[in-house]
Structure formats: C-alpha cells, structure tokens
Antibody, heavy 116, light 113 residues
Framework: EVQLVESGGGLVQPGGSLRLTCADS????????MNWVRQAPGKGLEWVSY????????YYADSVKGRFTISRDNAKNSLYLQMNSLREEDTAVYYC?????????WGQGTLVTVSS | DIVMTQSPDSLAVSLGERATINCKSS????????????LAWYQQKPGQPPKLLIY???NRESGVPDRFSGSGSGTDFTLTVTSLQAEDVAVYYC?????????FGQGTKLEIK
C-alpha cells in the first residue's frame, strides 16, 4: 500500500524557517516525480513545487521561488521542503503528492502556522 | 499560467439525483503528442487530503465508484456524479497537469438538498 507521511510542521514566527519531510513507502520512490501542494485554512489547493525522480528538474510556484527548496533522498525514500523567510501567507496544510502526471497519492498533510 | 475556472462554486443535489460540475481552462490542455487531455478531478472530504477520482479527463482511478465520470476535451470539462450518495458530500477540484505551474480550479462544494 502506498503511504506518504508528512512531518515537520509547526508554529514559526515570520521570517523563520522550517523543514518538512515526506516519508514514503509501499512503492518504488526513486521511480516517481513528487510534488508539494498547500492549502490555506478554508481555501483551495495551491501547487508549490515539483521534483523529478532523479532531482534533475525542479520547479516552484512564483509565490515561493527563492524562499523554498525542494529536495529528495531516494536512499531514504524521503522528500523534503526547506522553507525560509516564512510569511504569514505561507500558513497552510502542506501535502506531498506523488506524480504520475496526475497526483495519484497524497499524504495526510502537516500544518504550518506562521504567526508572531 | 493556465487558469482553471469551475462552476458552480456550490451545488445542492437530492440523494439519488445527478450532479454536474464544470471546469474550464484558459487554454487547451490537450497534448498533441499523446492526444490526451491533461486534466484530473479530485474529491476532498473535510479533514482529509484530496483523493484522485479521474485522470486524462475521463479515466476513472482504480476503486472509484462508477457513478463518477469525466468528460470533455480541450478547454471544457465536466465531472458527473450519477445517483448522488450521502458519502459524496465533498469539495471537488479540477487540475491541469499540462504545464507548469500545475493549477487547480477554485473548488465546487457538493451538498445534499
């Protein structure tokens, strides 16, 4: 069974940093591209970032470009999102999602709250 | 960026009746090299992550009940739920995976009348 488990969320002050982790199991992690998607409280879904299976290609939403960094460790079956210079508008549940073109599996999400 | 616009924003349908949700993209998501529409539909219930229902605009994901169907091509798409069940109450999103940035519609809230 495919499982994606996010961790690392929490309360952080504006300007602070957090590192999210998505631990994956039940599939050949190294064969799939991955994404981060976020959802602000009561709002819709916003794609954040994408990384190919070999990390050769990476994309970011304009809203996070220059502040967030996506990476992965295929040996550890893990996906990461390093978030720096956090703003209040980054407050959201952050999901990791497996890419098969479409996003066919999602984690349960981890809540990031940016507030003073 | 491709803008995805769903209609309506909310919809109330009686149990057993049909629900129809529309999604329009600001440009075609039909990829000529594979002749496929790069369009997916997701269902999100309260407190849960999104769940893939439909991909390539009309292919039902494994395990999804056959009362869910997708149709359309190019820029206009529809998600249909025939014979609405109580467990179908959720927010539904369309998404294009034709280009970066991946974009979602604003969501359609489906309720029971």
């Amino acid at each position: 069974e495919v499982q994606l488990v996010e961790s690392g969320g929490g309360l952080v002050q504006p300007g602070g940093s957090l590192r999210l982790t998505c631990a994956d199991s039940g599939f050949t992690f190294s064969s799939y591209s991955m994404n981060w998607v976020r959802q602000a409280p009561g709002k819709g879904l916003e794609w954040v970032s994408y990384i190919t299976s070999s990390s050769s290609t990476i994309y970011y939403a304009d809203s996070v470009k220059g502040r967030f960094t996506i990476s992965r460790d295929n040996a550890k079956n893990s996906l990461y999102l390093q978030m720096n210079s956090l703003r209040e508008e980054d407050t959201a549940v952050y999901y990791c999602a497996r890419s098969n073109g479409q996003f066919d599996h999602w984690g349960q999400g981890t809540l990031v709250t940016v507030s003073s | 960026d491709i803008v995805m616009t769903q209609s309506p924003d909310s919809l109330a349908v009686s149990l057993g009746e049909r629900a129809t949700i529309n999604c329009k993209s600001s440009q075609s998501v039909l990829y000529s090299s594979n002749n496929k529409n790069h369009l997916a539909w997701y269902q999100q219930k309260p407190g849960q992550p999104p769940k893939l229902l439909i991909y390539w605009a009309s292919n039902r994901e494994s395990g999804v009940p056959d009362r869910f169907s997708g149709s359309g091509s190019g820029t206009d798409f529809t998600l249909t739920v025939t014979s609405l069940q109580a467990e179908d109450v959720a927010v539904y999103y369309c998404q294009q995976y034709y280009s970066i940035p991946r974009t979602f519609g604003q969501g359609t809230k489906l309720e029971i009348k």
